[in-house]
């Protein structure tokens, strides 16, 4: 009788660093991940535009001046809209994850996502009207 | 629970929490300091935004160190482990120790500033505490 | 569709054939088309033809499926790629090797563990239809694989233990009648466990009976970090992380 031969298997294929570019859930999770780049980045910038009022108050205006550059502008811009994308997303997630009940409703994720960014906006406004307005 | 399993939990509940502060607190700093201020848009005010806020000002100090806290937390402990998505995978434990070490700096050096631009507040605190 | 047959060379490649086409042909069909008339020795899994018993799952354009639920008028005027399921060793053609999967699914103890067994004269262990919502949903998993297919994270670390088996897991955390969440918790809040996973989502997309594995794998990380803070306290940990034990 032959003895049962064993054949090789092809080995599990190497996922490479561009794997999120060939499929849009991918993606969208990947562009998703990287607003966290541009999250830490302000925090970091925003952390010595304390440190500067604090220690150097004669080299703030300087840094000031420097937020008035096209720059910083476009990179505020740019910041702003990747956390309001990293916001939407995290309400919907945390929509399905855990979703909101009031009474016998409970939120769909989109639900959730609404009542999220309309919590977010009377937020900033009320942070807006406490310390900015009329000052 | 491994030990670092228990911490890591416990940092992954940190990191969930900074991604609520990052959502609701941090677009209107974003946006009163760095592109209302600059470009003069609603709304206009007398001073940065940021010194109006600070300087001896513990409500706004406080508001400061909790939105830039958190949400220097979850961006760097998300970046550091979508770094590790991106084809970094043998470099991960050095990268997450510079995140940490990041983390621990910045908040330490945040919390410092704050302090020091809130001088009636830190008195106030060390005559209770009577040591002034 | 992507062949390979050890037996006759080491390399994988691709082969082009062309089927009938009806209305309601499935890919499952085409391959048994493929197989009956055009080529033997084509070698894929399949057994129920109506998507509960886990075993047709292939990448169908690059996305896993159920050969059996993919409907050939979906890709009207398009290529059809087939390829076996990605993330996985491949035996033969579109046959995978799963072994690391049953492993993981056995590792989470999929049944019902109790602090003491009650005798059979004691009755059934009783659960309400509330009880029995807050699982259910997870129960429906069929180990197709797809979601292990389609997730990144195990195609970047095959350690990670997975989308189905940590839905398992979770499954049973939720079963009113399971006091296992000591033996279990460990087993999922390992560093290759949840911690693992950062929220790509895929596998939930592609699952075919609903259970969202990533919900299930969210929730128990959840519970992981309100564990968290109680086990901290634990004397083993602080011995751990102070400074001389803790002395």
């Not at chain 3, 499954?171 to 460990?186: A, H, L, N």
Request: proline share 5%.
């Amino acid at each position: 009788m032959s003895q049962k031969k064993e054949y090789p298997e092809l080995p599990r294929k190497k996922l490479g660093p561009g794997w999120w570019l060939g499929n849009r859930h991918y993606t969208v999770y990947m562009v998703r991940e990287l607003t966290s780049f541009f999250v830490a980045v302000f925090c970091i910038l925003y952390i010595y535009q304390v440190a500067v009022l604090a220690a150097t108050p004669g080299s703030y205006s300087q840094y000031l001046d420097l937020l008035r550059s096209p720059v910083m502008i476009g990179f505020s811009i740019v910041t702003l809209g990747f956390t309001l994308f990293h916001a939407f997303t995290w309400f919907y997630l945390i929509g399905r994850v855990q979703p909101l009940k009031f009474g016998g409703w409970t939120t769909t994720p989109v639900q959730s996502l609404i009542i999220n960014t309309a919590l977010l906006a009377v937020i900033s406004m009320v942070i807006i009207g406490l310390f900015f307005l009329g000052r | 629970m491994s030990v670092a399993a228990r911490l890591h939990a416990l940092l992954w509940g940190v990191f969930s929490l900074g991604g609520f502060i990052a959502a609701f607190l941090l677009p209107v700093l974003i946006y009163v300091n760095n592109i209302a201020y600059p470009l003069g848009l609603w709304p206009v005010t007398s001073r940065d935004p940021t010194s109006l806020l600070v300087t001896d000002q513990i409500i706004g100090s406080f508001f400061v160190f909790v939105a830039i806290a958190g949400s220097l937390f979850h961006g760097v402990f998300r970046f550091t482990a979508t770094l590790g998505e991106l084809g970094l995978k043998n470099q991960v434990e050095r990268i997450v120790s510079v995140g940490y070490a990041l983390i621990a700096v910045g908040i330490l050096a945040l919390l410092y500033y704050l302090l020091a631009l809130n001088p009636s507040f830190v008195n106030m605190v060390l005559h209770i505490l009577g040591v002034r | 569709m992507a062949r390979y047959r050890p037996e006759k060379g080491p390399k994988q490649y691709w082969q082009e054939y062309k089927v009938p086409y009806r209305r309601d042909t499935v890919v499952l069909d085409a391959l048994n088309q493929v197989k009956a008339e055009q080529d033997g020795t084509l070698a894929y899994r399949w057994s129920c033809r109506m998507g509960v018993c886990g075993s047709c799952g292939a990448n169908i354009n690059g996305v896993p499926r159920l050969t059996c639920e993919t409907f050939l008028h979906d890709f009207k005027g398009q290529e059809l790629v087939i390829e076996p399921l990605a993330n996985f060793p491949v035996v033969k053609d579109l046959v995978v090797n799963f072994e690391d999967f049953m492993e993981k699914l056995v590792r989470v103890k999929p049944w019902i563990i109790r602090d003491r067994e009650s005798p059979v004269e004691e009755g059934e262990y009783k659960q309400s239809a509330a009880e029995l919502e807050r699982y259910s949903q997870y129960s429906s998993c069929i180990n197709c694989m797809l979601c292990y297919a389609a997730c990144p994270v195990y195609g970047l670390n095959e350690e990670w233990l997975g989308p189905a088996a940590t839905a398992l897991a979770y499954r049973y955390i939720e079963d009113s009648r399971d006091q296992g969440k000591k033996v279990r918790f460990p087993i999922v809040h390992d560093m290759k466990g949840i911690w693992e996973c950062t929220l790509v989502g895929e596998c939930s997309v592609v699952c075919p009976k609903g259970v969202d594995p990533m919900l299930a794998i969210q929730k128990t990380k959840i519970l992981g970090a309100m564990e968290a803070p109680k086990s901290i306290l634990n004397p083993q940990t602080l011995k751990a992380i102070l400074p001389r034990g803790g002395q």
